[in-house]
């Protein structure tokens, strides 16, 4: 027997779920702190979710077979993500055992000048992710050196990662490889590169705007001493065994890259690649993460499957830096699993029940003008980034609403696909619970709300793409709906 339609609910119904998540989470914020994500949070996501299913039942009529169906749908779009956490558990785990990391930190601080390192730190990250496509990459790698460089630098955690998660995200939405640009260019129909143009009219702005903060903040800030940093890379030279042979596995993961290999083949081989390098240069460390009890052959072994898939804690003689090479492997990323999929019970429940369509269409009344229309699709897009926890979701739901409604009033479908990466690409790991602030908050070992106020491309890149439309600068309204191919 198929399901019936289902009729939207009241937009004021729709929002006790959202409410009753917001307000959850705001007094399990403050009773839990930093440690929310370690379970409270995935509670009070199941909990709205079981408050909206209730409601879809018992006031809208909807079956339990249908939400099921649609939570289902919703958890299994997100599996290759779940495997990739896995695996840049690992990686982060073995690049750093290895000594890769390291060794990144040990040359990092001697070349880069406190002065500089907010804004180097965002330029490396802008150029790493254009090459790669991939903010998760960028991030798991080139990113946890760049925020061990900061931390021995003095610079604050939440300065750090919102240089990083800024550099990372304008490579994330302009660059062709990039996944999310593909995505929002196929959904509204756009020519990709005919999409990325478009977008340096917000996007250069908003990096430029950000590069000069984050310039003036090194300037302003009060460096760690000279003997401190010497003190860190006298400690990770006799902890470490460093190399430049090290560098092939970095330079071999830039080339899979490069080639478009699936991002599971290569975050599996760059793992697999530190992990010998780790047995070469590092087996008197594998020898101390095995313990006691074992030894030759046998405590190498079981120091590199430790350093795979669990945590790992190497004693340097320092306290800060022993924080710093701490690992959590693949068991570290569990967490940020578990609240991926209680995220993706509660976007399943508000889809099936008709109350995120509900919600949204109120948005729709405020398109009266460009501005109104950019607002409009902005605000919706941020809205299913909280909702459904996922970006590739929202930028394809968020699309499909509006893009016969942009088709309606005359615009070409550039200004769609436009405002969806900025209202959508960059504010997902502005959301806690969304995939990408969950990563890249373990990832980091920051939380999302920590470093928030420093990621000033991804604030700046909504008002921005605003301003244009304000303006009116570069919309051009079509004379004829079938002119634009």
Request: hydrophobic fraction near 50%; charge should be neutral; charged fraction near 10%.
């Amino acid at each position: 027997m198929e399901d019936k339609p289902v009729k939207l609910p009241s937009p004021w119904l729709s929002l006790v779920p959202i409410i009753v998540l917001v307000g959850l989470l705001f007094f399990t914020i403050r009773i839990f702190g930093s440690s929310t994500l370690d379970g409270a949070s995935q509670v009070i996501l199941l909990t709205a979710t079981a408050v909206c299913a209730t409601l879809a039942m018992t006031v809208g009529g909807v079956s339990w077979k249908a939400i099921e169906t649609c939570i289902v749908k919703n958890i299994s779009s997100v599996t290759v993500a779940i495997l990739i956490l896995l695996l840049i558990g690992s990686l982060s785990g073995s690049w750093m055992v290895s000594g890769i990391i390291p060794m990144m930190i040990y040359y990092g601080v001697q070349i880069i000048h406190p002065d500089i390192f907010l804004v180097s730190t965002c330029l490396i990250c802008i150029l790493v992710s254009v090459m790669t496509g991939s903010s998760w990459t960028t991030i798991a790698t080139i990113g946890i050196a760049l925020y061990g460089i900061g931390k021995v630098q003095g610079f604050g955690d939440g300065w750090i990662a919102g240089a990083i998660v800024s550099g990372a995200y304008f490579g994330d939405k302009i660059s062709p490889l990039s996944d999310t640009t593909v995505l929002a260019s196929s959904v509204t129909g756009t020519p990709l590169f005919k999409h990325i143009q478009y977008m340096m009219i917000t996007t250069i702005p908003s990096i430029v705007i950000t590069l000069v903060i984050f310039l003036i903040s090194g300037f302003l800030h009060q460096s760690t001493p000279t003997e401190a940093i010497l003190d860190f890379t006298n400690r990770i030279d006799a902890t470490y065994n460093l190399s430049p042979w090290l560098l092939i596995v970095p330079v071999v993961m830039g080339i899979l890259i490069a080639r478009r290999q699936p991002p599971l083949v290569t975050l599996f081989l760059s793992s697999l690649m530190a992990g010998i390098c780790a047995l070469i240069f590092q087996p008197e460390l594998l020898d101390r993460i095995a313990g006691e009890g074992v030894a030759g052959a046998t405590a190498q072994f079981k120091g590199l499957l430790t350093t795979f898939f669990t945590s790992t804690s190497v004693d340097t003689g320092s306290e800060t830096l022993n924080e710093l090479v701490k690992t959590r492997g693949m068991s570290g990323m569990m967490n940020t699993i578990w609240l991926i999929i209680c995220a993706m019970c509660f976007g399943g429940a508000m889809t099936a029940s008709g109350m995120l369509a509900s919600i949204t269409s109120v948005f729709l009344r405020f398109m009266k003008r460009t501005a109104g229309l950019v607002g409009t699709t902005i605000v919706s897009g941020l809205f299913m980034n909280i909702c459904t926890a996922d970006q590739y979701l929202s930028i394809i739901l968020t699309g499909n609403m509006f893009k016969d409604i942009y088709r309606e009033k005359g615009y070409e479908s550039r200004l769609l696909s436009r405002t969806l990466e900025d209202g959508v690409t960059v504010t997902s790991p502005l959301v806690p619970w969304n995939t990408c602030g969950m990563t890249q908050s373990t990832v980091l070992g920051v939380p999302t709300l920590t470093y928030l106020p420093y990621c000033f491309f991804n604030l700046i890149s909504p008002f921005m793409s605003l301003l244009v439309a304000t303006v009116g600068y570069k919309i051009i309204k079509l004379q004829n709906k079938d002119e634009e191919d």
